[in-house]
Structures are given as C-alpha cells and as structure tokens.
C-alpha cells in the first residue's frame, strides 16, 4: 500500500492523528493559561509581590506555546480549535476558580501541568512513530520544561514529586 504523504513529506493519516492530538494539548493549554490569569489576579497575602510576577511569567510563557501548538497544527494541515466552547469540552485540566491562597495557586499549576504532561508524552510517542520530528522536538522541550517547574513547585510546596 502506498502512503499518502502532504507537502512536508508526512503520512497524511499519522498527521491527522497528531494534529487532533495536539488540538486537545491546545485546548488543555488554553485552561491553564486561564487558571494562570486568575492567580495571577486574585492571589494574596504576604507572598503577593513574589508570586503576582511568577504567575504573570508562567502565562506569557504558555502564551507563547499556545500559539506554537496552533501553528504546529496548521503546518500539518489541520485547523486549530479557536473557541471556548470547543478548549471546554476537550480539557481535563482542573478549572482553577477563585483561587487566592499561594499553596492552592501553586498546586492548582502543579495538577494542570500533571494532565498536559501526560497528553505531550501520548503526543511525543505518535510523532516519534510518524517520524514527525518539529513535533517531536515541541514536545520534548515541553515536556523537559514543565517537569523542572512541577520540581520547583514542589519544592516550593515542600513536598516529595
Ligand atoms: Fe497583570
């Protein structure tokens, strides 16, 4: 059987899997960008001035990466999710409301980042099965990254990983 391949040389089938792959780390992301905005408004207490900026650094970071995911799905020729309708009915990371204390803040990143963990290395293994490499790379710089800051939380949070 001869492989049906795109403009990037691809399999045509494996980038549409990936691609509806990466739509669900995409709406999953955009959660957790929004749980950083809201700590990043409504924390307080006496670490305000320490974590308010952290916060803010977080979701310019996940910004960054949220339109690095879309792109990653048009280069592959899907169409990224762009309504909330669609982030809230494929997102399993906690929804983060009215959070004001820092230790629940800091664990509300802690769980978010625990579900896109788990997705990124679902996705790391399909395009490395597809040989898809500017996927695989996205992911594995992800995944490194966000590990380092699950440690720095925990030992923020004085706890074992
Ligand atoms: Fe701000």
């Given at each position: 059987?001869?492989?049906?391949?795109?403009?990037?040389?691809?399999?045509?089938?494996k980038?549409?899997?990936?691609?509806?792959?990466?739509?669900?780390?995409?709406?999953?992301f955009?959660?957790?960008?929004?749980?950083?905005?809201?700590?990043?408004?409504?924390?307080?207490?006496?670490?305000?001035?320490?974590?308010?900026?952290?916060?803010?650094?977080?979701?310019?970071?996940?910004?960054?990466k949220?339109?690095?995911?879309?792109?990653?799905?048009?280069?592959?020729?899907?169409?990224?999710?762009?309504?909330?309708?669609?982030?809230?009915?494929?997102?399993?990371?906690?929804?983060?409301?009215?959070?004001?204390?820092?230790e629940?803040?800091?664990?509300?990143?802690?769980?978010?980042?625990?579900?896109?963990?788990?997705?990124?290395?679902?996705?790391?293994?399909?395009?490395?099965?597809?040989?898809?490499?500017?996927?695989?790379?996205?992911?594995?710089?992800?995944?490194?990254?966000?590990?380092?800051?699950?440690?720095?939380?925990?030992?923020?949070?004085?706890?074992?990983?």
């Amino acid at each position: 059987m001869i492989m049906k391949r795109n403009s990037i040389g691809l399999s045509t089938e494996k980038s549409d899997a990936i691609s509806k792959e990466l739509n669900t780390l995409l709406a999953n992301f955009q959660r957790y960008y929004q749980n950083l905005r809201g700590i990043h408004w409504n924390i307080k207490g006496k670490r305000f001035f320490e974590l308010h900026p952290k916060f803010e650094e977080l979701y310019t970071d996940a910004n960054l990466k949220v339109d690095a995911i879309a792109e990653r799905i048009l280069t592959l020729g899907g169409i990224p999710y762009h309504t909330f309708e669609d982030y809230t009915q494929h997102s399993k990371v906690p929804v983060g409301k009215n959070v004001t204390k820092d230790e629940d803040a800091i664990r509300l990143i802690v769980d978010s980042l625990k579900e896109l963990l788990v997705i990124e290395r679902r996705i790391l293994n399909a395009s490395d099965e597809a040989a898809d490499e500017g996927t695989n790379a996205m992911m594995s710089d992800f995944i490194t990254e966000q590990e380092k800051t699950v440690w720095m939380m925990k030992a923020w949070l004085a706890e074992a990983i």
